[in-house]
C-alpha cells in the first residue's frame, strides 16, 4: 500500500504510517519540507525495512528529490520524459547547479500544465509534439485556446523547435 497526503503535519502523518507493515511507501505532495525531511530522516534511520518516500508534486520535485526522495510521480515526465528525467537525475547525482538549472527551464511548463487542471495541459501539450490528441471524457473539459498557445510558446522555449500548432 502507498500512502498519500497532502496537508500539514506530513511528517507526523508519514512517520505513524511508515511503522504499518503493510505501507511501504508515502507520496509527498506538500510544501512542509522542514516536516518532510523529518519524515525521510526518520523513515530511512528507524525503521527495519524499507519505506519509499515517493515525490508526487512536478513543482517541487526537485527539492524532495535533493532531500531525499526515492522515486517520483510525474505528470511533466508524461509529456517531456527527456528534460525531467535528467532533471531528476542530475539531482539524484547530487549535481545541484545542473539540476536547478533543468528545474527553472521546466517551471513555465509545470505551471501550465496544471493552470487548466490535469489531464488538460498534459494533453495540449503531447498534442502541440505530436504524440496525442485533446480528447477528455466528460465532465473533463480540453485546453482552452489561449492555453494551448501559450503552451506553444513555452515548448518552443524549452526545446528551441517548432511545435506542431
Known amino acids: 500500500m502507498l500512502f498519500t ?3 500539514g503535519s506530513e511528517h507526523l502523518r508519514m512517520m505513524t504510517v511508515s511503522q ?3 505501507v511501504i511507501g508515502g ?3 506538500v510544501y512542509d ?3 518532510l525531511a523529518s519524515a525521510q530522516q526518520g523513515a530511512h534511520t528507524q525503521l527495519a525495512y524499507d519505506f519509499f518516500v515517493v515525490s508526487g508534486d512536478d513543482a517541487i520535485t526537485l527539492p524532495l528529490v535533493l532531500l531525499g526522495c526515492d522515486e517520483v510521480i510525474s505528470v511533466v515526465a508524461n509529456a517531456f520524459q527527456k528534460e525531467f528525467s535528467e532533471m531528476v537525475r542530475a539531482a539524484l547525482n547530487q549535481d545541484v ?5 533543468l528545474h527553472y527551464k521546466l517551471l513555465e511548463i509545470i505551471n501550465l500544465l496544471f ?3 490535469n489531464p488538460a495541459g498534459v494533453k495540449g501539450a503531447l498534442e502541440l509534439q505530436g504524440v496525442w490528441g485533446t480528447q477528455v ?3 473533463l473539459v480540453p485546453p ?5 498557445k501559450d503552451l506553444q510558446t513555452a515548448i518552443r522555449n524549452l526545446k528551441g523547435v517548432k511545435t506542431l500548432a
Open 33 to 35: 519540507h522542514d516536516g
Open 137 to 139: 471524457r466528460l465532465p
Open 97 to 101: 547547479v545542473r539540476s536547478r538549472k
Open 20 to 22: 504499518q507493515e503493510d
Open 5 to 7: 497526503s497532502s496537508a
Open 27 to 29: 507520496n509527498a505532495r
Open 144 to 148: 482552452t485556446d489561449v492555453l494551448m
Open 115 to 117: 493552470r487548466e487542471g
